[in-house]
Structures are given as structure tokens and as C-alpha cells.
């Protein structure tokens, strides 16, 4: 029996009566993490991993009607029995396993295999049915050890003080930038954030995560010296606003795992890309599919059927599954976009 199947809400599990990370309003909902196109607002209840609900109150509600559970431990509904396991992709995110009468599913979410430091690595579950995304399920995507891709931000940032600019960087406002200010050199200078990107950086630092300290760069007046020394954490909604002329004479840059391709760095128009993802390179999806000892692979988002070839390849049950998430790579939830100084 199918535990997951795609209804126009999203993925539901028929023998629970429950949708894992519904695009429209439900009655029960299970979240896998706290991106716009995962966590959407409007069910009756949620039900999500515990490290993830200070992100979940900040975006959908502090007064959301949502139960967490500690990964790893389960509860029966309907004779289902659901667990959260680590997925690696930002604070909070998780897989969820389903198990009933004997037969085990997984459903992926967005995941990363490499740890990061800022979430609980990604733990690989047995199941006979794995439920993966693809954002970046095409073999040209490898990423770089991140040590490089942070050598290279701080690099940068160095050169560009030396040269009197300040430093902005582009990136996702929640598990990207936390990521970054997790692994440059907060040494080099003053780090200020974007009025969107500080309260994650809150949360972060309220569920446990290590930040280093951070400034909101509303605070500061166009021309402060303090500026050209500075790198500056902005989500890209932020790019070619009035935010921005505070910083005079300023470099830019983007982080994303899109920046492998050229033209997206060039259709971004900033000065310097860095190659740097929230999720599963080639390699990565590979392997964690393989972990999983799955028979049958579902496969969403991206390069769906990039992967279901060449899965099926190599002997397996694999076939794409419609689903209506989004890039959190490229695209920002436009509610978290609205000018926030
Ligand atoms: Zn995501
Ligand atoms: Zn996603």
C-alpha cells in the first residue's frame, strides 16, 4: 500500500489522514522545515520536529496550533508510526518516517548530506520507499568542501575593506545566512544584517547555534566609516533598492548553489558569485539515496527526470511525484521580502 500519495493539498498518507508539508490549507499538517514553500500558514494543526518550532512560530504564527517531537521519537496515529530524523538543510529540518503494518516510507524534504554546524547532520533511515527532492539532481552539480567556499568569502570581504568598500552578500534569509555567519572569519570585521535576515539569526542563536555577533545595518547612517569595513548579510530582494545607497561605494556578491552557472551570476549582476547550497549536491543525492536501501524512490522538485532515469538505470523502482514546492535557492517567500530596514 502506498503510505504517500500526491493530492492538489500535497503529499498525503492515506492511512493516517495527514499531508506532509501541504501547499494549501489542511486539517493536519506535518512539516518538514520552515522554507516558505514547505511551511505555508492556514491548517488547523501542525506537527513538526522540535529544534524546528522557534522557526515555525516566527514565520507562521506564534499562536499556530503545533505539537514537535525530539528526533527520533514516535507517535501512532491511525496505526501509523511517525518519527522526524535529521535532514542536514537548516535549523529544524527534518525527514519523516512512516511505518505501517510492516512497510516503511521516508519523505526527504529539502536535505544536505555534508554538515554544516548550524543543524543536526543529515541521518541516513532504512525504508522501502524514499521520498527525495532533486533541486540539484543533475551531475554537473558538485559542490566544493564549504572551508573553501568561506576562504573565499573572507578573502573578499579582506580585499574589499583594503579597497575602502563595504561587503554585501546576497543570500536566503533563513539557513543560508546563518550558515555563512557560522563559517567566515567574524574576526575580519563588523558583520551587519538586514531587518529580514536578524530575527532568524535570533532564533538561531535561541535554539543553541553559535552566531557570531551581528548589527542591523538599519541602524547605520549612509557614509559611516563602520560600513566600508563591513560585510553585510541582505536577502536578494534587497538588491537595487533604496536600502542599499546607505552603503556609498559597495562590492556585492551572491550565495547560492545556482552560482555554478554563469549566467545566473550574470543575470544576478553582482560583482562575485559563491557556490554555496543548502542541499544535496549530485554526489550527495546519490548517496543518500543508496543509504536508504530503498527498492522504490520517489523523486520532487528540480531534475525530476534526470534522476528517475538514471535511478531506474541502475535497477531501481524510481518515478517523479508532482508536488508544487519551490527553489529556496533563488526565490524568497515575498512576505519575508517587505522592506524591513
Ligand atoms: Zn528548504
Ligand atoms: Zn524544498
Given at each position: 500500500m502506498d503510505l504517500v500519495i500526491a493530492r492538489p493539498e500535497g503529499l498525503y498518507c492515506p492511512p493516517g489522514d495527514f499531508y506532509i508539508d501541504p501547499w494549501r490549507p489542511v486539517e493536519r499538517a506535518v512539516i518538514t522545515h520552515g522554507h516558505g514553500d514547505h511551511a505555508r500558514g492556514g491548517s488547523v494543526r501542525y506537527l513538526a520536529a522540535a529544534p524546528g518550532e522557534g522557526i515555525l512560530r516566527a514565520r507562521l504564527g506564534a499562536d499556530i496550533d503545533l505539537q514537535t517531537l525530539p528526533y527520533g521519537a514516535s507517535l501512532d496515529h491511525h496505526g501509523v508510526r511517525l518519527s522526524f530524523h535529521p535532514a542536514g538543510h537548516v535549523l529544524?529540518?527534518?525527514?519523516?518516517?512512516?511505518?505501517?503494518?510492516?512497510?516503511v516510507w521516508v519523505a526527504s524534504g529539502d536535505y544536505k548530506v555534508e554538515a554544516d554546524g548550524t543543524c543536526t547532520p543529515f541521518e541516513p533511515v532504512r525504508c522501502h520507499t524514499f521520498i527525495t527532492e532533486s533541486t540539484f539532481g543533475l551531475p554537473i552539480y558538485r559542490w566544493q568542501p564549504q572551508a573553501e567556499i568561506f576562504a573565499g568569502i573572507d578573502a573578499w570581504w579582506r580585499q574589499n575593506q583594503a579597497e575602502g568598500r563595504a561587503s554585501v552578500l546576497f543570500c536566503y534569509a533563513f539557513g543560508k545566512a546563518q550558515r555563512i555567519l557560522h563559517g567566515i572569519d567574524a574576526s575580519i570585521g563588523p558583520i551587519l544584517a538586514h531587518g529580514s535576515v536578524e530575527p532568524?539569526?535570533?532564533?538561531y542563536r535561541e535554539g543553541g547555534v553559535r552566531l557570531p555577533a551581528t548589527q542591523y545595518a538599519g541602524d547605520f547612517k549612509k557614509a559611516d566609516p563602520a560600513l566600508r569595513q563591513a560585510l553585510i548579510l541582505a536577502p536578494p530582494s534587497a538588491g537595487g533598492s533604496t536600502w542599499m545607497r546607505r552603503f556609498g561605494e559597495y562590492s556585492d556578491a551572491f550565495?547560492?548553489?545556482?552560482?555554478?552557472?554563469?549566467?545566473t551570476r550574470r543575470r544576478r549582476g553582482v560583482d562575485r558569485g559563491f557556490v554555496l547550497s543548502d542541499h544535496a549536491d549530485w554526489p550527495g543525492l546519490l548517496w543518500a539515496i543508496e543509504q536508504t536501501?530503498?527498492?522504490?524512490?520517489?523523486?520532487?522538485?528540480?531534475?525530476?527526470?534526470?534522476?528517475?532515469?538514471y535511478l531506474r538505470e541502475r535497477g531501481l523502482d524510481a518515478q517523479g511525484f508532482a508536488t508544487e514546492y519551490g527553489d529556496d535557492e533563488e526565490s524568497e517567500d515575498p512576505k519575508q521580502e517587505v522592506d524591513a530596514g
Open positions: 529544524g529540518s527534518a525527514q519523516v518516517r512512516l511505518e505501517y503494518q510492516g512497510e532568524l539569526n535570533q532564533v550565495a547560492s548553489g545556482w552560482m555554478m552557472l554563469r549566467g536501501g530503498a527498492e522504490r524512490v520517489m523523486v520532487t522538485h528540480g531534475s525530476v527526470n534526470v534522476l528517475v532515469r
